[in-house]
């Protein structure tokens, strides 16, 4: 492909969003088909496929804050001047083709596919069969985008595979692939893992930790752990186990409090032999829970004698997206988020802002869970490798 300008792709992401705005019915209609003729029980893959008008307006933003942003191509990272007169730098540079696969979300067909196009990457696109209608509706609007000013439609890609179509062409590419992203539940992570035949970021599994520190606000607690768990049980960055100090003063108050909180979502509630002495409290039947990421209204909670002990389960069972400690004791704080192997560690804040958008970055490709290439939230400025460019006259080694 040949690069573009960033006038260029400013100018179709600018188009698309005046697309989106202009077709907003269309693509809602197309949704219902997709709502209608999904059968699953999946409730957190059933909230994630829903369009709506709040939906499409964030749609919509994630472009506006793309063309405001800079141009993450061609940046300088590094710069040196060789004893023998040789210029070396070092510069961002597209990855090339960067391939994702994510199971529901249709917003992440424009999210995904802006973010890859501003970083000068060509994007394929492998939705889900359960947003078809959607995702198809939405790649038409990019390609009317790309067509306006006379750019190839090959930039975005949609591939309306199956499976066994998917897994041949992971193994055997019909054209060159430079990076797969896979954004979904652990059985899609494991397929592309097991049939790629390039680099996969993760964007793994949540299952995120609370700790509630002996020296934590209750009230602050309670709030975080609600909204945690009960705001969005669909998305990654929801709370799913609750670890909570043995010497937190009024313990037992507060522990009925939290379930009474969720009771008022319909949550279901497990704990450890510690806790499910409350009559509300359901024991686990094994410690293998302590791995799961629910994605629906459903929590463990666990007893810990201090802080480290937090940390050593978190780092044995959770995730590695998100972490929260709840506590009033900055150094206390400042131990935990130091030691504990997530990608975002908060204190006194909801797991909930671990997204693109709400980090600054106008969005995302995925939250990655892996260490490599990148942690976290994978935003534009994310989507890039490094290019050296040496220039010398005629210097031997």
């Given amino acids: 492909m040949i690069p573009l300008t960033g006038q260029q792709k400013d100018a179709v992401l600018h188009s698309m969003a005046h697309l989106i705005a202009l077709n907003k019915q269309v693509i809602i209609d197309a949704n219902s088909i997709d709502l209608e003729s999904y059968k699953g029980n999946d409730i957190s893959m059933h909230d994630r496929l829903i369009v709506n008008d709040a939906k499409v307006d964030g749609m919509i933003l994630s472009l506006e804050q793309l063309v405001a942003d800079s141009d993450p191509i061609n940046k300088e990272l590094y710069k040196f001047t060789h004893h023998n007169g040789m210029n070396i730098v070092n510069k961002t540079a597209p990855f090339g083709t960067v391939m994702i696969i994510y199971e529901s979300r249709p917003d992440v067909t424009v999210e995904a596919a802006g973010i890859a196009f501003k970083s000068g990457n060509k994007i394929l696109l492998k939705g889900g069969k359960e947003s078809i209608n959607s995702n198809l509706a939405i790649v038409s609007l990019w390609h009317q985008a790309l067509e306006q000013h006379n750019i190839s439609k090959n930039w975005v890609e949609y591939l309306n595979y199956n499976r066994t179509e998917t897994q041949a062409f992971l193994e055997k590419p019909t054209q060159k692939l430079d990076l797969i992203v896979p954004r979904g539940g652990e059985k899609l992570i494991a397929f592309v893992k097991k049939n790629a035949q390039c680099p996969v970021i993760v964007s793994g599994r949540g299952n995120n930790f609370v700790f509630v520190d002996k020296e934590a606000d209750l009230e602050l607690a309670l709030s975080l752990i609600n909204n945690g768990k009960t705001a969005k049980i669909s998305a990654c960055n929801a709370v799913d186990k609750v670890l909570i100090h043995a010497e937190l003063p009024n313990k037992d108050k507060f522990i009925n409090s939290l379930i009474s909180k969720l009771k008022e979502s319909d949550v279901e509630i497990l704990g450890d032999d510690k806790l499910s002495s409350n ?119």
């Fill in 279 to 397: 009559d509300h409290i359901n024991q686990i039947d094994s410690d293998d829970i302590w791995f799961e990421e629910f994605l629906d209204y459903k929590v463990v909670i666990g007893q810990v004698i201090n802080t480290q002990q937090a940390i050593e389960k978190i780092n044995k069972y959770s995730g590695g997206h998100s972490a929260v400690i709840v506590t009033k004791n900055d150094s206390e704080a400042n131990g935990f988020m130091a030691a504990v192997d997530s990608a975002a560690v908060y204190q006194n804040a909801s797991s909930r802002f671990t997204d693109g958008g709400q980090f600054g970055l106008g969005g995302e490709l995925a939250i990655s869970t892996d260490k490599l290439h990148h942690r976290g939230p994978m935003g534009l400025h994310h989507l890039v490798t490094n290019k050296w460019y040496i220039k010398g006259n005629g210097q031997i080694r």
